[in-house]
Structures are given as C-alpha cells and as structure tokens.
C-alpha cells in the first residue's frame, strides 16, 4: 500500500525520472487517484447508484516541478481577502500563489546556511526543486537609481557567505540563478572593482557547482540592456560559465518571451552555440514600456498596465531554453520611484492583483 510521505499531504512520489539535461525531477501522483485506479480496473460496468466506472478517466494535472511555497507573501495575501470577504480578489490572485517563484537571498544578517537548508527541506518534502537566486555581490547596485551599492562588504565577506549557503544544500537538486545584473554591469564598466567582480563571480560558481546538485546560470541581463553579445559573452567566460550550466535573462523585467529567445540564441551562438538559458516570464505578459519613463519614474520601476507571463515550466519547448521560470515574485516592488509605492522588495498586493488581472484578459 502507498503511504503519505511524512504521513501527511495528498500526494505520494511513486516515480523519479531525469530531465534530458541531466536535472533531477520528482513525478507525483496523487495517492487517491492511484487507489482509485485500482478499483476501477477492478469493477465492471456501472455499480448500482448510476456511476459508470468504465468511462474514460482523465488524472488530474501533474504538480509543477519547481517548487511553490504554500506560505508566500500572494497565499497570506488570498487568506487575508478571503477573511474580509474579497473572494473574487483572492480568486484571481491565485494565479500568482498557486505557481512556482524564486526565492531571493540578499545578504544580511540571518544565518544563510540554516535559511537554504530550512527552505530545501520545505522543497523536498513537497517533492519540487526550488529555486534560489543569489543577490549579494559587492557593489550589487552600481549604476541604479537612488541606490547605495549594496551587497557584501568586501570580496572576502562574499566568498565566506557564498560558502555558507552552500554548506544549506546538502545534496539536494536545487535550480540558481546568480547574480542579477552582475556581469552586465561588468560589460557596461559601472563596477568600481570589475577584476574582483568576475573572480567572485567565477568563484561562485565553483562553490555552487561542488555541492553536486546545483544547476547554475549566470545572469545575462536582457535584451534591451547590452547589444554587443560578443562583448557579454566574453564576460560571462571570463565569470565562469564555462563551469556554470548557463545564463538567465529577463530577471525582474519586462520583455516578451520571443525577444529573450531570440537574444538568448544569439548570445548562446556567441558562447559557442551550444550554451543553455532560463527566462523570467513573471511579469512579461504585456511586455515592456515603450517610454524611458512612465509618471517621471523609470519604467522598469512598477510600471502600470504589466500582467503576469507564461507559467514556470521545465519543457518550453523552445531551441536551448532550459525553462520559464517567475525569477522576481510577481507583486514585490521594484522600489519606491513614486508617491506611494513600497520599497524596493515590499510586498504589494494591489500591484500583483493587477498583474494577475491583466494576465487574464
């Protein structure tokens, strides 16, 4: 008899396959529907009470393969709306709480080794690969508006937390994209140490890479961002890709799926042709703002009128597309770049409503 994992959940994992990339992935079904299968194929015809058994019987949808955290800022936020009565707002925002999203680790205080081992541990017994995504380079945010430099102090503080969380895997498959920003701002020279950025970098993603279960993809930007691909495939070797199992694109912006395809081919093409890459589709449904700025703010920063992208997915379907993955959660600020908006990171549930609104039109 299949038993719950843990004994308790809905779901038993009853196979393991292997993704054509080599990456791990749990199959779940769902224990009921098992035993239901089971009588099934035990009865003939339809049992007193008028329900036929014989008829066709379609399984449920499989459960995403990255994992969705059941206590998000969007599931706390559809408890809340419930509670009050907004149940057609709750509703809707399901469509963000209900998908797969990354977690950020940023630095700071909190014991990062026990913070990835504590949020793996959630992913595994759910069955799901998490994913993470490591933001704490030093002089992070050189070049953005209204920002200090942020991340790590120094290049050794960064190497020692780098370390930590890895020490938080423990073996267990996990998905990371490292670094938002940080080899195209290498590329555009905003970087006051660029030697010490790509080492760090290169260094990184060995540490990751020993823990055996990592795959890694190094961020790349996106394509309104840097147009000599030559120049920023050079910098993503000099940072380590060739170890690394690709790059990202598109992290917390805007544009549509296509245009990141046919970037990420032409910088794949430029690596050598043969280099893999992840999208965040999170909030690319609407594509980008076609102005600089939108209200006197830039538009990369909350712009009105944006809806949720395509749904997380290991089988896109798409030439060297690894996955489509929600990389920045659909609803956080981007900052506070007019009257009224939360600071950068915040949650703001009228913002994510909205995406999830205009996602379904």
Excluded at 128 to 151: K, Y
Excluded at 157 to 164: A, G, N
Aim: net charge neutral; charged share 20%; with cysteine.
């Amino acid at each position: 008899m299949l038993s719950n994992a843990a004994g308790t959940g809905s779901l038993t994992a009853v196979a393991r396959t292997v993704y054509r990339t080599g990456r791990p992935r749990w199959a779940l079904v769902p224990a009921g529907f098992v035993l239901t299968a089971i009588l099934v194929g035990c009865g003939g015809g339809a049992p007193e009470g008028g329900v036929d058994n014989s008829a066709p019987f379609s399984p449920p949808p499989p459960p995403p393969v990255y994992y969705v955290d059941p206590d998000s800022e969007a599931a706390q936020q559809v408890d809340r709306w419930k509670n009050a009565g907004r149940t057609a707002d709750a509703e809707t925002l399901r469509r963000i709480s209900a998908r797969p999203s990354a977690k950020w680790l940023v630095g700071g205080d909190a014991p990062v080794r026990e913070e990835v081992d504590a949020y793996l541990t959630q992913a595994t017994v759910a069955g799901q690969i998490p994913v993470l995504v490591i933001h704490n380079v030093p002089d992070r945010d050189c070049g953005r508006q209204d920002s200090d430099s942020g991340g790590a102090a120094t290049g050794q503080e960064y190497q020692r937390w780098i370390r930590d969380l890895a020490g938080g895997i423990k073996g267990r498959p996990v998905s990371v994209v490292l670094e938002p920003g940080a080899v195209p701002d290498a590329v555009g020279r905003c970087v006051r140490n660029r030697t010490e950025r790509l080492l760090l970098l290169r260094d990184a993603v060995a540490v990751l890479k020993s823990t055996g279960a990592a795959r890694v993809y190094l961020d790349a930007g996106h394509p309104g961002w840097i147009s000599d691909t030559a120049a920023l495939a050079t910098t993503l070797r000099q940072a380590g890709i060739d170890d690394a199992d690709g790059f990202a694109l598109n992290v917390a912006n805007f544009v549509r799926t296509p245009d990141n395809v046919r970037y990420g081919q032409q910088l794949s093409d430029a690596l050598g042709g043969d280099v893999r890459f992840v999208i965040d589709t999170s909030r690319n449904g609407t594509g980008p703002v076609a102005s600089a700025t939108v209200k006197g703010a830039p538009s990369w920063c909350n712009p009105p009128g944006r809806a949720l992208g395509e749904e997380p997915t290991d089988a896109p379907g798409l030439d060297r597309v690894d996955a489509l993955l929600w990389i920045k959660y659909p609803g956080e600020s981007d900052g506070a770049c007019r009257p009224g908006e939360p600071e950068r990171g915040v949650w703001w549930p009228e913002y994510a409503l909205a995406l999830a609104r205009n996602a379904a039109r």
